[in-house]
C-alpha cells in the first residue's frame, strides 16, 4: 500500500455544451437520438455484479410518443433485495478497505467517461425516457452528474484531511469509516444527476448500496450502471434493483443491514419510510442515516423596484423548464399590483411564444410530462382552478393525452394566498400569481411564509437594496437555497449546495461535504506514547 498523501485533481464545472445548429456536438446527438431510438432495450437488474432476469418485466416509454418503447426491464421482488442486501455485505469489507485513492479513482473515471464518449448516450437516454431538450439533458444528465462525481471526490479528500488537535504525549487522530450496511438510494425521475449521485455518494465513502430508481426513469439508470460498471465499480457495491416503492421498499427498509437512506421524491413516501424506520428500529444492527430531499412549493417575490424584463424571464424559465417538474420550479409569484399590468402582459407575450413537442425537435421550449399519473394530476389542478370562483386562468389551461402527456404552460390568478395551487406541490408547467397591494408587503411576506409546509427554494426580485435585505430576512427559513435577482432553480454543484427544511427535507445539501459526512462513521483514535504506570493522581498526596 502507498504512503504517499496524495492530492485529488482540483474539480472545476463541467462546461455546458450548446448544441448550436451546424456544431459538431448537435450532430452527433441527434445521430445518438436516432440510433437509440430504433432499437429496444432489455434492462435486467445488477446484483453482485451479475445480470438478473425474473422475467417480471415492464415497459419504458417515450413520454413525448407513450406508444414508443424504448425497452423492458427486469422488476424485483423482496428475494431480489435479500439477494442485493447479501451481495452488498460480501462486497462491504474490502471495499471498504480499498484505499481512498482507489475508490475515488473509480468515480473520476466515470466523470471522464460522462464527459468524453458516454455523454451522448447519457444525454439521449435522458432525452428519450424523461422528456428532456437538448439543454436540459445537458445540464443535468452530463454536466451536473460530472461535478458530483469530481467535486465529491475533493469532498472526501477534505473530511478525511480533518484532524483533531494533539497534547504532549499522545496523538490523536480520527478515521472516517463506512457503514456497516447498505444504503438504500430511492432515486427521482426528473434528474439523472441525482439518480447517479444517490447510490455513489455512499459507494465513495466506502459504503454499499441498493439501488431503486424510479420506475418512469429505468431507461437512463440502466445506462449509468453500465457506465459505472465500465470505470471499474466492483460487483456488489452498487446493486441495481428497479420495481415498485413498495416491492422493493418494504423488504429493504426492513431488513437488518439497513444502514440509511438516500431518497429523493415526495413528502409522504419519505414520511412513510421514516415510519418504517421507526417500526423497524428494533431490527437493526445500527441507527440508520436518513437524509431526503422531498419538494416544494418554490415562490419569486417580486419588490416595486423589480427589473421587470429579469423577473419576466425567470419566471418563464423558473416555472416552465422541464414542464415545471423540478422540486425547485417556481410554482407561485407574489407580484405587487403597481407592476402587475406591465408584468402580465409580457409575461403572456413570453409564453405564447413556447414551443412544445418532441425533444428531437430542438426548437422545442417544453417537452411531455412524465407520465399519465402525472398528467392526469397536474390537470386536476388546472380543472380545479378553473371551476373555482376565487381564480382564474391566465394563459395556457389545455392539455392532451393521446399521443404524449403534454400540458400547455399555465398561469393562474388568484386573490387569494391562501388557494389551494399557492400552497400544494403541483410539479408540472404550472404556475400561479397572487396580486398583493404594494402597502400589504408585509402581510404578503407572512402568506409567502406560511402558505406552504415546504421550503425548499425561493426568488426575491428587487432593485432597492433595503428592500432585498429585509425581504430576505423576512423569509429566512422558506427556502434552503435562496435567490436574489434570479431564478429559484439551477443549483451548481460547488457554488450551491442544494436542498432546504421544513417538509422539504433534512437539507444535508447534496453537491457538499454535508452529505458525504452522512455516510461515514468516524472512529477517534488516541495513542499515548508513554503511559502513566500509577493509578494515583497527585491530589492524593497528604501534607
Not at 455546458?16 to 432499437?39: F, N, Q, V
Not at 402580465?344 to 411531455?368: C, H, K, W, Y
Not at 412524465?370 to 391566465?394: G, H, R
Not at 427535507?505 to 461535504?513: R, Y
Request: net charge negative; aromatic share 10%.
Amino acid at each position: 500500500m502507498s504512503n504517499a498523501s496524495f492530492e485529488v485533481p482540483v474539480p472545476k464545472n463541467e462546461p455546458i455544451k450548446a448544441y448550436a445548429p451546424g456544431s459538431a456536438e448537435r450532430a452527433s446527438l441527434k445521430a445518438t437520438l436516432d440510433a437509440m431510438a430504433s432499437e429496444t432495450v432489455e434492462m435486467p437488474m445488477v446484483i453482485g455484479g451479475e445480470e438478473v432476469r425474473t422475467g417480471n418485466t415492464a415497459r419504458s416509454v417515450m413520454p413525448h410518443d407513450h406508444g414508443h418503447v424504448l425497452g423492458t426491464y427486469h422488476q424485483g421482488d423482496a428475494a431480489a433485495v435479500d439477494a442485493a442486501a447479501k451481495a452488498a455485505k460480501a462486497a462491504e469489507r474490502q471495499w471498504e478497505e480499498t484505499p481512498w485513492e482507489h475508490r475515488a479513482a473509480i468515480f473520476l473515471k466515470a466523470a471522464d467517461l460522462l464527459a468524453g464518449p458516454w455523454r451522448d448516450r447519457i444525454n439521449a437516454a435522458t432525452m428519450l425516457g424523461q422528456s428532456k431538450n437538448a439543454f436540459q439533458a445537458e445540464v443535468d444528465a452530463a454536466c451536473e452528474l460530472i461535478d458530483f462525481w469530481r467535486y465529491n471526490v475533493q469532498y472526501m479528500r477534505e473530511i478525511y484531511s480533518e484532524q483533531p488537535e494533539s497534547s504532549p504525549g499522545c496523538w490523536n487522530r480520527v478515521e472516517q469509516r463506512g457503514l456497516e450496511g447498505f444504503v438504500f438510494a430511492v432515486t427521482p425521475f426528473n434528474f439523472t444527476s441525482i439518480a447517479g449521485n444517490l447510490p455513489t455518494a455512499p459507494a465513495l465513502m466506502g459504503t454499499t448500496s441498493i439501488w431503486k430508481p424510479a420506475s418512469s426513469a429505468v431507461y437512463s439508470a440502466h445506462f449509468l450502471m453500465k457506465l459505472l460498471e465500465e470505470a471499474g465499480l466492483p460487483p456488489g457495491v452498487i446493486n441495481f434493483v428497479p420495481g415498485s416503492g413498495g416491492t422493493i421498499g418494504t423488504p429493504a427498509l426492513a431488513h437488518e443491514d439497513l444502514a440509511g437512506i438516500h431518497f429523493t421524491g415526495s413528502t409522504a413516501v419519505f414520511q412513510g419510510m421514516w415510519k418504517s424506520v421507526g417500526d423497524n428500529i428494533h431490527n437493526y444492527k445500527c441507527y440508520p442515516r436518513i437524509v431526503g430531499e422531498t419538494g416544494g412549493k418554490d415562490f419569486i417575490f417580486a419588490h416595486p423596484s423589480s427589473d421587470l424584463d429579469a423577473l419576466v424571464a425567470a419566471t418563464v424559465r423558473g416555472a416552465f423548464e422541464y414542464q415545471g417538474q423540478k422540486c425547485s420550479a417556481a410554482s407561485r409569484a407574489y407580484i405587487p399590483r403597481s407592476i402587475w399590468n406591465d408584468y402580465r402582459d409580457r409575461l403572456v407575450a413570453e409564453i405564447a411564444q413556447i414551443t412544445m413537442g418532441d425533444p428531437r425537435d430542438f426548437s422545442n421550449f417544453m417537452n411531455a410530462v412524465i407520465d399519465k399519473n402525472a398528467f392526469t394530476t397536474i390537470t386536476e389542478y388546472i380543472d380545479y382552478a378553473k371551476a373555482a370562483s376565487d381564480a382564474e386562468i391566465l394563459t395556457g389551461g389545455e392539455y392532451d393525452g393521446s399521443a404524449g402527456y403534454f400540458i400547455q404552460p399555465t398561469v393562474i390568478t388568484t386573490d387569494n394566498p391562501n388557494f389551494r395551487t399557492m400552497c400544494e406541490e403541483i410539479f408540472g408547467p404550472v404556475i400561479t400569481v397572487h396580486v398583493y397591494d404594494d402597502a400589504n408587503l408585509e402581510d404578503t411576506l407572512t402568506a409567502c411564509d406560511t402558505a406552504s409546509a415546504y421550503a425548499l427554494t425561493g426568488a426575491i426580485f428587487s432593485q432597492d437594496r433595503y428592500a432585498a435585505v429585509h425581504m430576505a430576512d423576512r423569509l429566512r427559513h422558506t427556502a434552503g437555497n435562496f435567490y436574489i435577482n434570479d431564478k429559484p432553480t439551477g443549483a451548481v454543484v460547488g457554488q450551491q449546495p442544494f436542498g432546504g427544511g421544513r417538509a422539504s427535507g433534512t437539507n444535508d445539501k447534496a453537491g457538499s461535504k454535508l452529505n458525504l459526512l452522512r455516510w461515514c462513521s468516524a472512529r477517534t483514535i488516541k495513542e499515548t506514547f508513554v503511559p502513566p504506570t500509577d493509578w494515583r493522581y497527585p491530589f492524593m498526596g497528604e501534607r
